[in-house]
């Protein structure tokens, strides 16, 4: 789309982005010959005559289904729905069909024109037909037909699509040409087109913190699976790390690796945070009332909450609004966020512990740390990056580097959790450097709520190492 900048984020009920958008009716389809189809279909307003995405989906790949290339058009007029309602259904029939008159005249389209939602037109164009100059045709036809009756509309919006053998999908273009009508109407009018894969990408971009804003908004949609933490002696259960899941609605399940990132970009990673930590706090809470034995929950949080000014006391706040214990709960933050800013890092560190909250680095490893810096913090633990640990049998480098970093924090009196344990070498190696614990997907991957609680009654629950 043209000149298209990362879109901010509207309220959902004024977005028709998804796949389950509500029925298309008044289906007006035309045959490849370019005469209307007969039958009840053409004009009956029934519920039966009401069709779904699926069903007009299908029935456009049956009448393109030869083309290799086909554009899909979503036109809305606005006025359209008050006009059948000030002047009955026959006066929005006549608007059709005299676009479509106007339409098959200039273009000789295969496709064929329906009426959706009341205000909107859609309108679909087979291989070698140009969607622009299709396009100023029906706005032209549409204002003319509502010029001749004396009755002002404003400009039409037109969103537009291609789908095709090797891309897009027919149910793909009918969803990208929704987004371009919605981007047209809020120009005020006019024509925008999704054309390539990067505007695809910016449109999943723009529909994934669009759930996430909604997530936030209804408390809907977010969950917290745990990540079980082992003692490298013994493979006790001794903690496990809180991390978030988002099931994305009609996007379907989105993963942490791509909503986290644009939550960072789009200024909602901070609301994310505080979402986890008060869940985590609360779902701690329910555990102990129903006597479940726990361990302490890890919360990884951003720069943007944990440098806010009052951190510590928010932390606070929330544990008390839930009945909750600071000492089953653990901040963690990424080491580079921390040493990018030590003084601050450290302000924040001393006064969560002050509160009987500890505090571990995440991250740890990706860059050169000093040891008189790690030993400014006050921190409880720090946690090995998982690409050291994922090299560390086969990487002297690697090796060399973890096996300091374990004797540094021992040193220190800090524990040290690896991440990301995979293989049974992996594991030995960290035995013989005295790493205090470990998780991994080989030990066991992320639980849900439900069999977390199982897990954590079958252990008996234990305390942190350190």
Known sequence: M???????????????THDDDPALARVDALHSDGEPEEGPEANDDSEADVLDVETWTTRVEEILGHASR??????????????ARDRGDDAVDDAVDATRRAVQESHTPEGGVTVARGEELVLVLP???????????????????????????????VGLAEADAEGNSVRDAIRLAGLALNDAKSRGGGARAFRSDEEAQRVREADVMQSVAASLSSGEGFRLVYQPKFALEGNDLIGAEALLRHDGGPLGPIGPAEFIPLARRFGLLGRLDRWVL???????????????????????????????????????????????????????????????RLEAAEEQMAALRARGVSVALDDFGQEDVAAADLRR????????????????????????????????????????????????????LLRSYGCDAVQGFMLCPP??????????????GRRAVA
């Open 278 to 340: 008060e869940k985590a706090v609360a779902q701690i809470a329910e555990r102990r009332t129903a006597e479940v034995p726990d361990v302490p929950i890890s919360v990884n949080v951003g720069p943007t909450l944990f440098f806010s000014d009052g951190f510590p006391e928010q932390v606070t706040e929330i544990l008390e609004e839930h009945g909750g214990d600071a000492e089953w709960i653990q901040v963690e933050v990424r080491a580079p966020d921390a040493f990018a």
């Open 377 to 428: 913090l006050p921190v409880d633990a720090i946690k090995v990056h998982r690409t050291l640990i994922l090299d560390v049998a086969s990487s002297e480098s690697a090796a060399t580097l973890v096996e300091g970093v374990m004797s540094l924090a021992k040193v220190l009196g800090i524990e040290t959790v690896a991440a990301g344990v995979e293989e049974e070498k992996q594991l030995e």
């Open 447 to 460: 639980l849900e709520s439900e069999p977390f609680i199982e897990r954590l009654r079958a252990n008996g």
């Open 70 to 83: 086909q554009t899909l058009c979503r036109i809305l007029v606005p006025g359209l729905e008050r006009v």
């Open 2 to 16: 043209d000149d298209l900048t990362p879109p901010s984020i509207p309220d959902p009920k004024d977005r028709e």
């Open 127 to 157: 291989d070698g037909v140009s969607w622009a100059p299709v396009a100023r045709t029906v706005a032209e036809a549409m204002e003319a037909y509502f010029g001749d009756a004396d009755l002002e509309l404003p400009t039409p919006a």
